[in-house]
């Protein structure tokens, strides 16, 4: 099957810093999720993205499926951003299902 | 507008035991589905349904089993529960078609087997 991997596994940064977090994937997919898992275990959709940039806030996420990549861009990080992202791709037949695929996550620690 | 409900939040079972997990969404979505995630993973897919009356196998469906007699409730059942189950158990919804269709997941139910 599809292989999903998200770089780096864990990342810690002091507030206001930004950074970018990667996930590579090793098939074409129909389409890509960037999701955040908060402290509390809770998981929220912060992007649907097949291709192109999307912005939302401080986070922008751009993915480019011709070279199987998606970057999460996270600009001037809060202790709030703190937890868990994850990239998750869609296979099987386009409209038919939803087939997410996961990565491991990066854990993002913000430091006050 | 309550989204994706899932209950019981925590359940502990003996090994051999059965139960259902329940799931409700309000969002009429078509698509609905099930994931566990255990430490140092990401998610991985159990069991998935397009619609009422149409379920799927996802990576893991070996030891549970789904139906789907409506758009809004999505039950998973283990049948016999062993200590490999315990994990944190995820139910998901989207629109079904193509076009901007994000996931949305419920808040989790933490199960334990001893």
């Known amino acids: 099957g599809i292989q999903v991997e998200q770089s780096p596994p864990d990342l810690i940064l002091q507030e206001g810093a930004n950074s970018t977090l990667r996930c590579n994937f090793s098939d074409s997919v129909n389409n890509l999720q960037w999701f955040h898992q908060n402290p509390w275990g809770q998981l929220i959709n912060l992007f649907y993205?097949?291709?192109g940039t999307k912005q939302n806030g401080r986070l922008s996420a751009t993915t480019v499926a011709t070279e199987r990549y998606s970057l999460l861009y996270i600009s001037s990080s809060q202790t709030t951003d703190s937890g868990v992202y994850f990239c998750a791709v869609e296979t099987g037949s386009s409209g038919s299902a939803r087939q997410l695929t996961f990565g491991s996550g990066t854990q993002l620690t913000v430091l006050p | 507008n309550a989204g994706v409900t899932q209950t019981p939040k925590f359940q502990v079972l003996k090994t051999g035991q059965s139960m259902t997990l329940q799931c409700a969404q309000d969002m009429n979505h078509e698509y609905m589905s099930w994931y566990r995630q255990d430490p140092g993973m990401g998610l991985r897919l159990i069991h998935y349904s397009v619609g009422a009356g149409i379920t799927d196998q996802g990576e893991v469906p070996n030891g549970y089993n789904v139906s789907r007699s409506t758009t809004e409730d999505f039950p998973l059942r283990l049948l016999s529960a062993a200590p490999s189950q315990t994990s944190v158990y995820f139910c998901?919804?989207?629109?079904?078609?193509?076009?901007?269709?994000?996931?949305?997941f419920g808040n989790g139910t933490r199960l334990t087997v001893t």
């Open positions: 998901a919804s989207s629109y079904a078609g193509t076009g901007d269709s994000p996931l949305h």
């Open positions: 993205i097949p291709s």
